[in-house]
């Protein structure tokens, strides 16, 4: 991506900073300690949280009253709200398949689409392509592949053994149409990711931010939701350093497309390992 695309670099206003920070903290203990909430499983923490959404909204409001970021500041207190209202887990029944497309896919995606353009007046990017792709990116995406692969055998077979679990999948009868659902799952939520937190979070940040602040507070949305969708233990470290990667790749390459080719690069490998865990020496398809 060219440069102008991210053309926000002047010092930030304090009160900005401050506001962007609370609404990321507000993410993490909203969403990210919804259902995991180590390390003290009894203490509310969502309640900080929203008090920590409030703050965050009403200080952009209060010293920058209907700027770009106060704007922004609602249209993720919203995405904040929806994903806290919604089932987020590895679940694929049709009930809940229903339920993700409807607040995922219209909530999270359509409507702050629709906001930004004729709201904000400022459309989000969906740049799929920029130009050729060069050598370099061509190999990024087996490099990525097998770095994946390394770690993802790791994290399910030494690191977090019972990881499988989070995406439940049946020890009897047909196993053929879990699998299917699973593995339309995975590249469901894979694409969802990076037009949520990439093509939506990351660039309004950006219009607001320069760039590592803007990459740092979209890579804790893209981990707080994926630990609380399945990724426990070593997950959200090992999440925020890919989003960070993720954000930088699109930074430099401007193509929305290739962060998602990349992205279900790595979420055929989890397929992988999941269904393995559940079915030891099944292979590579269902």
């Excluded at 904000?120 to 370099?136: H, M, V």
């Amino acid at each position: 991506m060219t440069e102008s695309a991210f053309p926000f670099e002047p010092p930030v206003p304090a009160a900005r900073r401050a506001s962007l920070w609370l609404i990321t903290a507000a993410m993490a203990l909203v969403i990210g300690l919804k259902s995991h909430p180590a390390p003290l499983p009894d203490v509310p923490w969502h309640l900080p949280g929203w008090l920590a959404l409030a703050g965050g909204v009403g200080l952009a409001w209060w010293r920058e009253p209907d700027s770009r970021w106060a704007r922004t500041t609602v249209l993720l207190a919203w995405a904040i709200g929806i994903l806290f209202a919604t089932n987020i887990d590895g679940n694929t029944s049709d009930a809940h398949v229903l339920e993700l497309v409807l607040m995922l896919g219209v909530g999270i995606l359509l409507l702050p689409a629709m906001a930004a353009r004729y709201w904000l007046r400022e459309p989000l990017d969906y740049r799929w392509l920029n130009g050729r792709w060069s050598l370099r990116m061509w190999l990024w995406l087996p490099a990525g592949f097998a770095i994946a692969f390394a770690f993802l055998w790791f994290y399910f077979n030494i690191l977090t053994p019972t990881l499988h679990h989070s995406w439940p999948l049946p020890l009897e009868g047909d196993r053929d149409e879990a699998l299917w659902r699973l593995f339309w799952g995975c590249n469901f939520v894979g694409i969802w990711d990076e037009l949520a937190f990439i093509n939506f979070v990351f660039v309004l940040l950006s219009r607001s931010f320069g760039f590592r602040e803007a990459n740092l507070a979209q890579a804790v949305f893209f981990a707080s939701f994926l630990h609380e969708m399945a990724f426990v233990g070593w997950g959200p470290p090992v999440i925020f350093a890919f989003a960070l990667i993720q954000g930088l790749t699109y930074r430099r390459t401007g193509s929305l497309l290739y962060i998602v080719v990349l992205h279900l690069l790595v979420d055929s490998v989890l397929f992988y390992m999941i269904a393995n865990r559940w079915y030891p020496g099944w292979g590579w398809h269902p």
